[in-house]
C-alpha cells in the first residue's frame, strides 16, 4: 500500500466510525428517546440552512457506516503486520463505500423526480426541492464515498481479476 493510499484509508476510517457513531446516535436519540429531551449531534459546518455533511436520524444507517470503518480498519491493521490480506479487505471497503455513495445518489434522484414529475402531465410542483433541504443530500455518504473513490487506484487489480477485460 503506498503512503498515500494509506493516509487515505486511515483518514477513511476514522471519518467512517465517526460518522457512524453520530448517525446511530441521533437515530437512537430521535426514534426510541425523543422523550429524554437530548438534541441530535450535528458535526460539520452551517452553509445555507443545512450541515455539511448532514448526519441525519438514521440508526440503521449509522451501523453500516461502522461496519465500512471497521472493513477499512481491519485492511489497516493486516498492512501494518505485513500480510496480503489487506488487499481484500481495502477492496470490500472501497466497494461498500461506492455501493453507499451510489444509495446516496439513487435517493437524491429519487426525490427530485418526486417532487418534480407532476410537471410532466402539466400539473404543478407541491413542494420544493432543494439539496440543502434533503435529507440525504449532503449525507456523510456522500462526502465520505468521493473521498474515498481515489481508492480505485489501488483496488484496480483486483478488480481487474474479479472482471477481467471489464475494469
Known sequence: MKDKTYLLTLVVSILY???????????????WFSWTGLSIIQLGFKFAGTYIPNTFPEAFSGVFLIIIGAVFTKAL????????EYRGFLFVGWLL????????????????????????????????????????????HFIIGVIASP??????????????GKA
Open 77 to 84: 491493521y493486516l498492512y501494518s503486520k505485513g500480510e496480503r
Open 97 to 140: 463505500s461506492m455501493l453507499m455513495l451510489l444509495l446516496n445518489l439513487t435517493v437524491l434522484f429519487a426525490d427530485i423526480l418526486d417532487t418534480y414529475y407532476p410537471l410532466l402531465w402539466g400539473g404543478s410542483i407541491e413542494k420544493s426541492w432543494s439539496l440543502a433541504g434533503d435529507t440525504w443530500g449532503i449525507a456523510p
Open 17 to 31: 466510525f465517526l460518522y457512524g457513531s453520530i448517525q446511530f446516535y441521533n437515530g437512537l436519540i430521535e426514534w
Open 151 to 164: 481508492m480505485y487506484w489501488s483496488v484496480k487489480d483486483l478488480l481487474k481479476e474479479l472482471l477481467p
